[in-house]
């Protein structure tokens, strides 16, 4: 019954800020390398953030200085706070779980829509 749950995905104008979280369930938390991706329509699925369970940071060169991936172990939580949003950010964004030796698991997305 693991699960990823992510929230705060929504419309916002170009220049705007969201932040979204993903709440993990029923999986040993710390000790997973999380990540945000977003698959925006006709792309892949790209990485857009990535944070180790030692707290190394790793960023797309298009969100870098924008974009500020963190997690908060005691809950369960890995954010996204995306500043200076552009429309190309638009996109589906997804929260992975992964551990060496184990399935990834992922969430299922929430919709970020940058537009005027």
């Known amino acids: 019954q693991v699960q990823l749950v992510e929230s705060g995905g929504g419309l916002v104008q170009p220049g705007g800020s969201l932040r979204l979280s993903c709440a993990a369930s029923?999986?040993?938390?710390?000790?997973?390398?999380m990540a945000w991706y977003r698959q925006a329509p006709g792309n892949e699925r790209d990485l857009v953030a990535r944070?180790?369970?030692?707290?190394?940071?790793t960023y797309a060169e298009s969100v870098q200085g924008r974009f500020t991936i963190s997690r908060d172990n005691a809950e369960n939580t890995v954010y996204l706070q995306m500043n200076d949003l552009k429309p190309e950010d638009t996109a589906v964004y997804y929260c992975?779980?992964?551990?060496?030796?184990?399935?990834?698991?992922w969430g299922q997305g929430t919709q970020v829509t940058v537009s005027s």
């Open positions: 944070i180790t369970m030692s707290y190394k940071t």
């Open positions: 029923k999986i040993a938390f710390s000790i997973y390398d």
């Open positions: 992975k779980a992964d551990l060496r030796n184990k399935p990834d698991y």
